[in-house]
């Protein structure tokens, strides 16, 4: 038994490796059960030296025991302690007024929002800002807004961007409808529930959560992962940014990511091809994320929470429980599993006061938000494939 506890210790690295492999590899579940059957055969290991007299055997299986149990236990609880500490929003509004029910299914409609402080320059964070439960007009703006539907058996989501200019009746944290106006104004003026409480007015939809990342964690979020590769079709230049895109490949990561998410000016079709970038550069991270397997990776995943923790914002209703669970969920869900979409237009228009904007086709919108509802999105995908995202070389 001695040669076998021998044995048992030098393949201890052995083992690790191979359950890191595992992990590495996407196979969390096996790791996870591999690694259960290692400890217990440790302990059952440990139990028999002891019972023999060989002390010395069993304390070095026990410190094993312990060793292993510990460093994964730390772990474990190091993760979960930064999503629990991820900022949250008192969501009391939302019990004031009307909303949409609850769909018959167990789909989950999640809003993300992205949030730009007005002074780029400030660096102001919305967990900053909101610190103190009160929200600044004008302080922030949103030129981000999707709504992200996971469908109820968890192998397919659907990313429906709903562009900044989009005229719209708009309404406040408590669901009071004001003036229409741009979509992004309910954001801006009224804070992130003046936006949950909009776009459910205007889809029809029950919002379940809502996320708020600082541009900032879009510029962090791609340095965490070593940045991500995107297609510039013709080269272009971007005289707010003072950028120039060459054509071809690019490598983007950090404040130039963050440029081209942001990248308006110089686009033929403004800001849908703003729209399109950011949900380009979302697949990008979603590929690089997989190519890495980053779920099952842990230092990548470290770093990933460290770097997006900081600059995110959620509804106090989404615990880290139910963040992590729905992160498993989805970990092998890969990009031919993620359509994203782009609320259709109808026509441009000049409001008085409001200057250009997005006139929404709405006969279509409806029949896209009515296929969210009843989670039929694939069926919505085939009949209207315009309204996808195009292919990365395409993208401008």
């Given amino acids: 038994m001695r040669r076998t506890t021998w044995l048992a210790l030098l393949a201890v690295p052995l083992v690790i490796g191979a359950l890191y492999w595992l992990m590495l590899h996407g196979f969390l579940e096996v790791a996870v059960i591999l690694l259960g059957v290692a400890v217990v055969s440790m302990g059952v290991a440990a139990v028999w030296e ?126 009071v409808k004001h003036a229409g106006n741009k979509i992004n104004y309910a954001f801006s003026q009224y804070g992130p529930f003046a936006s949950w409480r909009t776009v459910e007015n205007l889809s029809g939809l029950r919002i379940d959560h809502m996320a708020i990342l600082d541009f900032a964690g879009f510029r962090d979020l791609t340095t965490a992962i070593g940045g991500v590769d995107v297609y510039i079709p013709q080269s272009v230049y971007d005289d707010k940014q003072l950028q120039q895109w060459d054509q071809g490949w690019t490598h983007i990561q950090g404040n130039l990511a963050l440029k081209y998410v942001r990248m308006r000016h110089g686009l033929l079709n403004g800001d849908f091809d703003r729209v399109a970038r950011q949900q380009n550069f979302l697949r ?37 429980s139910d963040i992590r669970h729905l992160a498993l969920s989805l970990r092998n869900l890969n990009t031919r599993h993620i359509t994203f979409l782009t609320l259709p237009l109808d026509h441009y228009e ?10 929404i086709d709405e006969v279509r919108a409806r029949e896209m938000w009515a296929a969210v509802t009843d989670d039929t999105m694939s069926a919505y995908v085939k009949a209207h494939p315009e309204d996808q995202l195009k292919a990365p070389d395409q993208v401008s």
């Fill in 284 to 320: 990008a991270v979603r590929e690089k994320s997989l190519a890495n397997d980053t779920s099952g990776n842990p230092v990548t995943l470290a770093k990933v929470l460290d770097a997006v923790i900081t600059h995110l914002t959620v509804d106090q209703s989404w615990t880290g």
């Fill in 50 to 175: 002891w019972r023999h007299g060989h002390r010395g055997w069993a304390s070095l299986l026990v410190a094993g025991v312990v060793l292993t149990t510990g460093t994964v236990g730390t772990y474990a609880w190091e993760l979960n302690q930064k999503l629990d500490n991820i900022h949250r929003l008192d969501d009391a509004a939302l019990n004031r007024g009307e909303r949409p029910p609850k769909a018959p299914n167990t789909a989950l409609n999640i809003l993300l929002l992205g949030s730009d402080a007005r002074d780029p320059n400030s660096g102001l964070t919305m967990s900053a800002s909101l610190a103190d439960g009160t929200w600044t007009p004008g302080q922030f703006n949103s030129d981000t807004m999707m709504v992200v539907h996971i469908q109820a058996n968890r192998k397919s989501a659907y990313v429906v961007s709903i562009p900044r200019d989009d005229y719209v009746p708009i309404y406040d944290a408590a669901g």
């Fill in 350 to 359: 000049v409001v008085p006061g409001i200057g250009d904007v997005n006139i």
